[in-house]
């Protein structure tokens, strides 16, 4: 046989007949014939390979079970395609040299990335070394500076908001307070603080509690609060790792949840959402699906790059499932309200 009839069978490509098929891997099993991955990754210029990189210290990423759906999700669809994920964590500012050295070393095919500051250097990076990258979640941009045309997958973190606080004003709560997210990190701290806002535009300063989306910053947070506003009778909380620190110190502090203060997070993580007392009321968000969706976006840009059939600000999603049809730079997917016992 041909060498390109035994590399179409070992490739799993089709246009072989099925003897011919079964004849190569009846001798591919008695040669004990493994292909040379390095041989491939010459002529393929492919690593089978992405990495994964995250702007916080580890340790805090893996207490929160946010990251690891995302990153369950993530994993499903690189496995689907073949490759692996190499996770890259920057958590000093001296170590984006290094970081920056191994993208640009040909080690990976592509670049997923999360919990970018306004001012991180990464993005930049990125564009320098022309490496494919999806963001999770919208990139923040510094006032006064313009968005700059990054793919990204994100919620409807405003929409979801504004459906959390006017379901709490239809309850007839009148002082609805919010914890908000850390306004220099997140993008989505921005997006359902403003969500909060398109409802409350009135609602005074004293109302806004900032924290840092671990439950130890919903402790402080939701203590704040109540020292300084000890009427409240509901709050908005960005997020329900901070959600479960504020209904503790509610417990704490002999309020009863929903009669005196009604609580609703954002997330609808269900280690979390499903296990509080009582129950969260919270805005549900796809996380699994989101890390699905990047990694299908990704290689939709590896596959340009690789091809060069389009340009780097648009892309054919057609083949890859992602459900949308035509050229796609960035996904925000919808969002809901869960209602349960807490609101």
Do not use: W
Request: glycine share 12%.
């Amino acid at each position: 046989m041909s060498k390109s009839t035994v590399s179409r069978v070992i490739n799993g490509e089709g246009k072989v007949r099925a003897e011919v098929v079964e004849r190569v891997r009846e001798v591919v099993a008695e040669l004990g014939y493994v292909p040379n991955s390095a041989a491939r990754q010459l002529v393929t210029r492919r690593n089978n390979a992405i990495a994964v990189v995250a702007s916080q210290p580890q340790n805090r990423l893996f207490i929160d079970p946010f990251f690891d759906i995302h990153l369950r999700g993530i994993r499903k669809e690189l496995v689907a395609h073949g490759a692996q994920p190499v996770l890259l964590f920057l958590e000093e500012p001296d170590e984006y040299p290094r970081v920056g050295d191994f993208l640009g070393g040909g080690h990976v095919d592509g670049a997923l990335l999360f919990s970018l500051r306004a001012d991180d250097p990464l993005p930049g990076m990125i564009e320098r070394l022309g490496l494919p990258a999806v963001f999770g979640g919208r990139p923040l941009v510094r006032r006064g500076e313009t968005a700059r045309d990054h793919v990204y997958v994100d919620a409807d973190n405003r929409g979801g908001a504004r459906a959390a606080v006017r379901h709490l004003v239809g309850l007839g709560r009148e002082h609805i307070a919010t914890i908000a997210g850390p306004y220099d990190q997140e993008a989505s701290a921005v997006d359902r603080l403003d969500g909060y806002r398109d409802v409350l535009g009135d609602a005074p300063p004293h109302l806004v509690e900032r924290a840092d989306y671990t439950r130890q910053g919903g402790v402080d947070a939701m203590g704040a609060l109540l020292d300084r506003c000890p009427g409240l009778d509901a709050v908005f909380v960005a997020s329900d790792l901070m959600a479960s620190g504020a209904l503790q110190v509610l417990r704490e502090r002999g309020r009863r949840v929903p009669d005196d203060v009604a609580v609703v997070g954002f997330d609808d993580l269900a280690p979390i959402a499903e296990h509080t007392d009582p129950r969260l009321t919270t805005v549900h968000q796809d996380i699994e699906g989101m890390g699905r969706l990047m990694a299908r976006l990704l290689f939709s840009r590896t596959e340009e790059a690789e091809t060069g059939a389009m340009g780097s600000g648009a892309m054919g999603t057609g083949a890859m499932g992602t459900g949308v049809s035509g050229p796609l730079s960035s996904v925000v997917t919808p969002t809901r309200l869960v209602v349960r016992e807490s609101a």
